[in-house]
């Protein structure tokens, strides 16, 4: 059964950038759609960001779009996320998460929790 493992998270001052990975184990990267999501204390998961099979498409929600970067390494089965100008609402556990093309995320990996504080 596929597994996703999201790492990279950690504490950052504001303004700082991280990279946050998404390694995946039985399970083929470039077969799945893969998204972002984080979940802050007391608050709903949100999906942040997307990228598509081999077309590559991405997408950005509006809160991290223009400072944030989604792409895919296929040769090491790995997608990454980077967040730059980090903000103390960036503050919540990251998730990767997967999907085949038309249907649900069925792959989720454990969080990584990003701190963004001085």
């Known amino acids: 059964q596929g597994q996703l493992e999201a790492s990279g998270g950690g504490l950052v001052q504001p303004g700082g950038s991280l990279k946050l990975s998404c390694a995946a184990s039985?399970?083929?990267?470039?077969?799945?759609?893969i998204g972002w999501f984080r979940q802050a204390p007391g608050k709903e998961r949100e999906g942040i960001s997307c990228?598509?099979?081999?077309?590559?498409?991405?997408w950005y929600a509006g809160s991290v779009e223009g400072r944030s970067t989604i792409s895919r390494d296929d040769a090491s089965n790995t997608v990454y996320l980077q967040i730059d100008s980090l903000k103390s609402e960036d503050t919540a556990v990251y998730y990767c998460a997967g999907r085949r093309p038309g249907g649900d995320y069925e792959y989720w990996g454990q969080g990584t929790q990003v701190t963004v504080s001085s």
């Open positions: 990228i598509r099979t081999s077309e590559g498409d991405t």
């Open positions: 039985a399970v083929t990267l470039d077969t799945l759609a």
